[in-house]
């Protein structure tokens, strides 16, 4: 039991593992991309950093709270890094937005709203990936993962199937089955968690739709319209 001061308000605390916690407990809104309660904390993407009244910024989720601490949340240097730290991560991520099938549940281009992140920079300097649907429940596009490593804690930590993992480094780095094997290569059990704590597109559920352009592929629209039906009650 302790209590930290955040933003001017005192604020107690318990068994908080984080200070993020005690930050949400206290209702402050603070955004964050890789944090999940129920996984282990990787502080990757540094969204939630709050200063303390010395000045030092620090990762909220990954340092526990101690009695008499003095931290502020929303800051206008936070709010700048903030909007640095989603510009470089929109740099580095595929720009079809419209189009992705996470438009409008997307956590990075709804954070880039919010902070009021209209423009990029910088240069995306990444590669272009493959785009992996081999799986039959799940597609991975490498090129929208901003390295989060939600879907490799769940896979590996939670489901303990170990699919996927971080491979490469720098500019290279991405999340893939190892040696570069495709998902249906592997012991993916198609459980779908990933897709859950993605924030991206990187990993979304194959829908109806995929099923019905693959069965559709060499087909004519008459029958189109027989199938889509059949295929949706499936
Ligand atoms: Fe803390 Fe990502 S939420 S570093």
């Keep these: 039991m302790g209590v930290m001061t955040i933003d001017g308000r005192k604020v107690e605390f318990t068994d908080e593992p984080n200070i ?23 502080g990757a993407c540094r969204l939630c950093t709050v200063e303390n009244d010395k000045g030092k910024t620090f990762a909220s989720c990954s340092e526990p709270p101690r009695d008499g601490m003095v931290i502020y949340t929303n800051t206008p240097r936070l709010m700048k890094y903030r909007k640095l730290i989603l ?3 929109l740099a580095a991520h595929c720009r079809d937005c419209t189009t992705c099938i996470k438009s409008g549940e997307c ?11 209209m423009d990029v920079r910088f240069e995306n300097t ?14 991975r596009d490498p090129n929208k993962c901003i390295l989060c490593g939600d879907c490799v804690r769940m896979c590996d930590n939670v489901q303990a199937v170990n699919a996927i993992d971080f491979a490469y480094r720098g500019t290279k780095a991405l999340v893939t089955p190892a ?3 495709k998902i249906a290569e592997t012991d993916c059990v198609n459980c779908g968690q990933c897709r859950v704590v993605c924030p991206t597109g990187a990993i979304s559920i194959k829908t109806n739709m995929d099923v019905i352009w693959d069965l559709l592929a060499d087909k004519d629209t008459k029958v189109i319209a027989q199938i889509a039906p059949a295929v949706r009650v499936a």
């Design 20 to 42: 993020l916690t005690v930050i949400r407990k206290a209702d402050i809104d603070i955004p964050t991309l890789c944090y999940h309660s129920e996984l282990s904390v990787y």
């Design 87 to 89: 510009e470089l991560l």
């Design 107 to 117: 956590q990075l281009q709804s954070l880039a709203h919010r902070m009021g992140v």
């Design 126 to 139: 990444k590669e272009l990936q493959p785009i992996d649907d081999s799986s039959p429940a799940i597609v």
């Design 179 to 181: 040696f570069d094997k």
